[in-house]
């Protein structure tokens, strides 16, 4: 996805990927139901395990 109003010399820039990732998930979410089931999420310990492995 490439914003029309950025440079192509801008859309590698970080600060524009945190727009449009915000943006993206602004859209998802509109007026969605959230369901938070209580349970600790499996995608975000693995993430954090390799993390961990990767920092030693």
Known sequence: MRP???T???WQNP????????AI???LTFNAT???TG???YR???TRAQQDSNAT
């Open 44 to 46: 975000l310990a693995r």
């Open 39 to 41: 349970t600790d999420s």
């Open 15 to 22: 600060a524009v990927e945190v727009e449009i990732t915000t």
């Open 25 to 27: 998930v602004d859209r």
């Open 34 to 36: 959230i369901i938070e």
């Open 8 to 10: 192509p010399a801008q």
């Open 4 to 6: 029309r109003h950025k």
